[in-house]
């Protein structure tokens, strides 16, 4: 993993962030979807995007990782522009992607799965290992799973695959589309958990959720998305589950 | 019934030594499709140039190996420079533009292989000569060589997609084109190369099958069909089904001539193929999922 | 679909059709028979256009129903004497729609590439017969037969001149464009076109999509027939390379070409098609494939609209 970062929230904005984007629009077909998103994510810095569904929490994903080129606005990683580039050299750069369903190759073995990221130009055998080692080594059931096909794992199990493939890729930002969905509750604690293992390696984590909860306790700060826009923009830390931002863009 | 077993017996190993080329042919045609949902219409003409290309390569080296690296290469690279040119740009699209497109290129390829080679068959001469008994026939060792050549190129292939990296660039781009670029595998040269693959192991089976037959411009054409409905009844995408596929028609065509003649023994096929539509419309072996 | 004033297109029909009728009466033989082939095949690239650009199903299966049009023309023309053009007309059309029936039975339960290759197949599956059951259909060297005259019974009867002839195809084909315009712009062609343009969600209004489906597949097959009818009345043979894909094929690029959903495109693509070929055979003789089937693929890339669709951008600017 990259080595960890200054993870003072302070000092990683005053520096240029990380990921940044900026009044990004797109449509699908032509429902225009983002009206103008822009946010920023630090180095090593988890931050959180919620709001009800279908505001557009995911298309900000899939914007960002080039799955849906923007129809303007600019998005910039690590220091250089990469709106408009294939998703495949946003990987090879450095940014994660966990969809929604999770989609693990269902007929790839889990080892399988995992070398689809940890194939890569410039990567020994000694570094491999290593970085196997280490997701073994917190995702246990993957290790005892390794030859099984992926479609044979139940969702947890999958879910667990799906981030270790991302982070195969040894990246600086992993963009994570509503982990817990269509999983158990008591995986909720085992999400949360991994976040904080993420963030511990210096990896940014950029997080879609629709938990209310497990997105304030994990994270630092968080943009409150609605109808393609950013409308409110706040610390973690300030927000309360029960508060009536919340109710309001949440309509819980 | 009257038909000696030798018969049946001889036939059977005819059936199978051309179920494999068939079934070599088919897979590159399936292969294709499973990764980008193109029906390579030219697949058969592709077939074609690859036994003329071994024509030209025996008549200037009399090596039927070299014949046959040489058109494999050559297929390889005309294969590549076809999807660059004419499939990469249809990508997004309807899928149906893509059947057009290789149906047009299926007819320049052909009539350019009529125009510089002429309406004379060629002849690509056997590279094993000599004979065994089989019962009460002198069977040609060539036809045996060819069948297993084919499968050790089927084989090869299927450790290739197995193990090694490509091997599993491939299988997860043909999964889920989209997760395979998220984690970095660079599709677009993925795709390219499994065409030029596909496009080689058609190449290939051009020159294995050259000896058993005449080369001319419209073998992709005669060829074709019966490829399609290997695939179709195989499963389209499906490796594994068009093997069997491909066997088990060519083995129900051979056992046919026993009774009809060979033009007719066609029929065979277009039954399976109707059955097939009928019962298990995706598919007799039904298709690994992709 | 056209938003043309309709007197402008009117007009434009009739000036067309005008031109059409004058041709024989100015144009040497050659280009006379020129003209007419361009009418059959528009006819049967029209037929094709019923199912690629009005319900979204790319067919190969034209072929077998132009030849069986034309063969079952044939049929009607040798085993009765005198030899009946009614007659010839509706035995190719029965032969045609059975094929037509037999093709949408297996067929259209399948999504598109199987459609396609489908009924590819089924070409050929009809090809094959033809050319191997020689005692019925002459095998490889196919049927002559003479032409019927124009005859009503206990009326009168004409014998066909080259002019008299185009003008009985040209009859044919321009009454088929009309028929098939009327067809499409009614309820049943707005379905149709439902079914292109989404076909889940046409099948969850309510509609029984694989009987419009059959329904089309059978109207494209009518009127392949009938251009295969006319094709046989034209040259007084049938041979089975017109049952040949190929020929499926053609009528396909005819209509990419041309601009599919439109009618009048594959009329147009038919004509360009047979003007490039007659010139590029000039050049490249028999070869004219190589560089028309380039300009085709191009056109799939560059021009996906057809010539028509980019006639419109064109005058659009």
């Given at each position: 993993?990259?080595?960890?970062?200054?993870?003072?929230?302070?000092a990683?904005?005053?520096?240029?962030?990380?990921?940044?984007?900026?009044?990004?629009?797109?449509?699908y077909?032509?429902?225009?979807?983002?009206?103008?998103?822009?946010?920023?994510?630090?180095?090593g810095?988890?931050?959180?995007?919620?709001?009800?569904?279908?505001?557009?929490?995911?298309?900000?994903?899939?914007?960002?990782?080039?799955?849906?080129?923007?129809?303007r606005?600019?998005?910039?990683?690590?220091?250089g522009?990469?709106?408009?580039?294939?998703?495949?050299?946003?990987?090879?750069?450095?940014?994660?992607?966990v969809?929604?369903?999770?989609?693990?190759?269902?007929?790839?073995?889990?080892?399988?799965?995992?070398?689809?990221?940890?194939?890569?130009?410039?990567?020994?055998?000694?570094?491999?290992?290593?970085?196997?080692?280490?997701v073994?080594?917190?995702?246990?059931?993957?290790?005892?799973?390794?030859?099984?096909?992926?479609?044979?794992?139940?969702?947890?199990?999958?879910?667990?695959?799906?981030?270790?493939?991302?982070?195969?890729?040894?990246?600086?930002?992993?963009?994570?589309?509503?982990?817990?969905?269509?999983?158990?509750?008591?995986?909720?604690?085992?999400?949360?958990?991994?976040?904080?293992v993420?963030?511990?390696?210096?990896?940014?984590v950029l997080?879609?959720?629709?938990?209310?909860?497990?997105?304030?306790?994990?994270?630092?700060?968080?943009?409150?998305?609605?109808?393609?826009?950013?409308?409110?923009?706040?610390?973690?830390?300030?927000?309360?589950?029960?508060?009536?931002?919340?109710?309001?863009?949440?309509?819980? | 019934?009257?038909?000696?077993?030798?018969?049946?017996?001889?036939?059977?190993?005819?059936?199978?030594?051309?179920?494999?080329?068939?079934?070599?042919?088919?897979?590159?045609?399936?292969?294709?499709f499973?990764?980008?949902?193109?029906?390579?219409?030219?697949?058969?003409?592709?077939?074609?140039?690859?036994?003329?290309?071994?024509?030209?390569?025996?008549?200037a080296?009399?090596?039927?190996?070299?014949a046959?690296?040489?058109?494999?290469?050559?297929?390889a690279?005309?294969?590549?420079?076809?999807?660059?040119?004419?499939?990469?740009?249809?990508?997004?699209?309807?899928?149906?533009?893509?059947i057009?497109?290789?149906?047009?290129?299926?007819?320049?390829?052909?009539?350019?292989?009529?125009?510089?080679?002429?309406?004379?068959?060629?002849?690509?001469?056997?590279?094993?000569?000599?004979?065994?008994?089989?019962?009460?026939?002198?069977?040609?060792?060539?036809?045996?060589?060819?069948?297993?050549?084919?499968?050790?190129?089927?084989?090869?292939?299927?450790?290739?997609?197995?193990?090694?990296?490509?091997?599993?660039?491939?299988?997860?781009?043909?999964?889920?084109?989209?997760?395979?670029?998220?984690m970095?595998?660079?599709?677009?040269?993925?795709?390219?190369?499994?065409?030029?693959?596909?496009?080689?192991?058609?190449?290939?089976?051009?020159?294995?099958?050259?000896?058993l037959?005449a080369?001319?411009?419209?073998?992709?054409?005669?060829?074709?069909?019966?490829?399609?409905?290997?695939?179709?009844?195989?499963?389209?995408?499906?490796?594994?089904?068009?093997i069997?596929?491909?066997?088990?028609?060519?083995?129900?065509?051979?056992?046919?001539?026993?009774?009809?003649?060979?033009?007719?023994?066609?029929?065979?096929?277009?039954?399976?193929?109707?059955?097939?539509?009928?019962?298990?419309?995706?598919?007799?072996?039904?298709?690994?999922?992709? | 679909?056209?938003?043309?004033?309709?007197?402008?297109y009117?007009?434009?029909?009739?000036?067309?059709?005008?031109?059409?009728?004058?041709?024989?009466?100015v144009?040497?033989?050659?280009?006379?028979?020129?003209?007419?082939?361009?009418?059959?095949?528009?006819?049967?690239?029209?037929?094709?256009?019923?199912l690629?650009?009005?319900?979204?199903?790319?067919?190969?299966?034209?072929?077998a129903?132009?030849?069986?049009?034309?063969?079952?023309?044939?049929?009607?023309?040798?085993?009765?004497?005198?030899?009946?053009?009614?007659?010839?007309?509706?035995?190719?059309?029965?032969?045609?729609?059975?094929?037509?029936?037999?093709?949408?039975?297996?067929?259209?339960?399948?999504?598109?590439?199987?459609?396609?290759?489908?009924?590819?197949?089924?070409?050929?599956?009809?090809?094959?017969?033809?050319?191997?059951?020689?005692?019925?259909?002459?095998?490889?060297?196919?049927?002559?037969?003479?032409?019927?005259?124009?005859?009503?019974?206990?009326?009168?009867?004409?014998?066909?001149?080259?002019?008299?002839?185009?003008?009985?195809?040209?009859?044919?084909?321009?009454?088929?464009?009309?028929?098939?315009?009327?067809?499409?712009?009614?309820?049943?062609?707005?379905?149709?076109?439902?079914?292109?343009?989404?076909?889940?969600?046409?099948?969850?209004?309510?509609?029984?999509?694989?009987?419009?489906?059959?329904?089309?597949?059978?109207?494209?097959?009518?009127?392949?027939?009938?251009?295969?009818?006319?094709?046989?009345?034209?040259?007084?043979?049938?041979?089975?390379?017109?049952?040949?894909?190929?020929?499926?094929?053609?009528?396909?690029?005819?209509?990419?070409?041309?601009?599919?959903?439109?009618?009048?495109?594959?009329?147009?693509g038919?004509?360009?098609?047979?003007?490039?070929?007659?010139?590029?055979?000039?050049?490249?003789?028999?070869?004219?494939?190589?560089?028309?089937?380039?300009?085709?693929?191009?056109?799939?890339?560059?021009?996906?609209?057809?010539?028509?669709?980019f006639?419109?951008?064109?005058?659009?600017?």
């Amino acid at each position: 993993m990259s080595p960890a970062a200054d993870t003072a929230p302070a000092a990683a904005e005053a520096a240029e962030p990380l990921l940044e984007v900026d009044d990004i629009h797109s449509y699908y077909g032509k429902s225009h979807i983002l009206h103008g998103i822009s946010l920023a994510v630090g180095a090593g810095e988890v931050v959180a995007l919620l709001g009800r569904n279908g505001v557009g929490k995911s298309t900000t994903l899939k914007a960002i990782m080039g799955l849906v080129q923007p129809s303007r606005g600019r998005v910039r990683f690590a220091g250089g522009a990469i709106t408009g580039l294939p998703p495949h050299r946003l990987a090879r750069l450095g940014i994660g992607y966990v969809p929604e369903e999770r989609r693990i190759f269902r007929l790839l073995t889990v080892i399988e799965n995992l070398r689809t990221g940890l194939d890569r130009h410039g990567v020994g055998k000694e570094r491999k290992k290593a970085l196997l080692d280490k997701v073994y080594e917190f995702f246990p059931v993957l290790a005892e799973r390794r030859n099984q096909a992926g479609g044979t794992l139940s969702g947890g199990e999958q879910q667990m695959l799906a981030i270790a493939r991302a982070m195969m890729l040894e990246p600086r930002i992993i963009l994570l589309d509503e982990p817990t969905e269509g999983l158990m509750p008591r995986m909720v604690g085992q999400i949360r958990e991994i976040i904080g293992v993420l963030r511990r390696d210096g990896v940014a984590v950029l997080l879609v959720e629709q938990n209310v909860p497990l997105t304030l306790s994990a994270s630092e700060r968080v943009y409150i998305l609605e109808k393609g826009v950013v409308r409110h923009h706040a610390r973690s830390n300030e927000l309360h589950a029960d508060d009536g931002i919340i109710h309001q863009y949440m309509g819980i | 019934m009257g038909v000696p077993l030798q018969q049946v017996l001889i036939q059977t190993v005819n059936g199978i030594v051309t179920g494999m080329i068939l079934a070599l042919v088919a897979s590159g045609l399936t292969l294709i499709f499973g990764i980008m949902d193109v029906v390579n219409f030219a697949h058969g003409e592709l077939f074609m140039l690859g036994a003329y290309v071994g024509v030209l390569t025996m008549a200037a080296t009399g090596n039927f190996w070299l014949a046959l690296i040489a058109a494999t290469i050559a297929i390889a690279l005309l294969g590549a420079v076809i999807y660059l040119t004419t499939l990469r740009p249809l990508l997004g699209r309807d899928p149906l533009t893509t059947i057009l497109a290789t149906f047009g290129i299926s007819l320049v390829l052909q009539n350019y292989a009529l125009w510089q080679f002429g309406p004379v068959a060629r002849k690509i001469a056997e590279p094993i000569t000599g004979h065994f008994t089989l019962f009460y026939l002198q069977y040609p060792w060539y036809r045996v060589v060819i069948a297993l050549i084919s499968a050790a190129i089927i084989g090869g292939l299927w450790l290739f997609l197995k193990f090694g990296t490509w091997g599993i660039w491939i299988r997860a781009t043909t999964q889920d084109r989209v997760m395979a670029q998220a984690m970095g595998i660079p599709v677009p040269s993925v795709l390219t190369t499994v065409f030029a693959i596909g496009a080689a192991m058609a190449g290939a089976s051009g020159v294995l099958f050259g000896p058993l037959t005449a080369v001319d411009s419209s073998m992709g054409v005669d060829w074709i069909l019966k490829v399609f409905i290997v695939v179709v009844v195989g499963g389209m995408g499906s490796l594994a089904g068009s093997i069997a596929a491909a066997l088990m028609i060519s083995l129900l065509e051979a056992y046919a001539s026993l009774w009809v003649s060979p033009a007719q023994a066609v029929i065979v096929s277009f039954v399976v193929l109707i059955l097939t539509l009928l019962f298990r419309p995706t598919g007799l072996f039904a298709a690994t999922g992709r | 679909m056209s938003r043309r004033p309709s007197l402008v297109y009117w007009t434009g029909f009739a000036v067309i059709l005008a031109l059409l009728i004058v041709a024989p009466l100015v144009l040497p033989e050659f280009w006379r028979r020129f003209v007419t082939e361009i009418l059959i095949w528009g006819l049967l690239a029209m037929s094709s256009d019923i199912l690629i650009g009005y319900t979204g199903m790319v067919s190969f299966g034209q072929s077998a129903f132009f030849g069986l049009g034309m063969y079952g023309a044939a049929a009607a023309l040798l085993s009765v004497a005198p030899p009946n053009l009614w007659l010839a007309l509706v035995y190719g059309l029965a032969g045609a729609a059975a094929a037509a029936g037999f093709v949408a039975y297996f067929s259209t339960r399948l999504r598109d590439i199987y459609f396609a290759i489908t009924t590819l197949i089924f070409s050929q599956i009809f090809y094959v017969i033809i050319f191997t059951w020689t005692a019925v259909t002459g095998g490889e060297n196919g049927l002559t037969f003479d032409r019927p005259a124009l005859a009503v019974p206990g009326l009168f009867s004409i014998r066909f001149t080259a002019t008299t002839l185009h003008w009985f195809v040209l009859a044919m084909v321009a009454g088929s464009y009309l028929a098939l315009r009327r067809i499409t712009q009614s309820p049943f062609g707005m379905v149709l076109q439902s079914i292109r343009e989404n076909e889940a969600r046409t099948r969850a209004i309510g509609y029984p999509v694989e009987r419009y489906k059959i329904v089309a597949v059978m109207l494209s097959g009518l009127f392949a027939g009938l251009a295969g009818v006319l094709y046989a009345l034209q040259n007084e043979f049938a041979a089975p390379d017109f049952v040949f894909f190929l020929v499926s094929g053609e009528a396909v690029i005819f209509n990419v070409i041309g601009g599919v959903g439109t009618l009048v495109g594959p009329i147009v693509g038919a004509a360009f098609f047979l003007l490039l070929r007659e010139g590029l055979s000039r050049f490249f003789t028999e070869f004219y494939l190589i560089p028309l089937g380039a300009i085709f693929v191009a056109m799939v890339i560059f021009m996906p609209q057809g010539l028509l669709g980019f006639m419109r951008r064109w005058l659009n600017q």
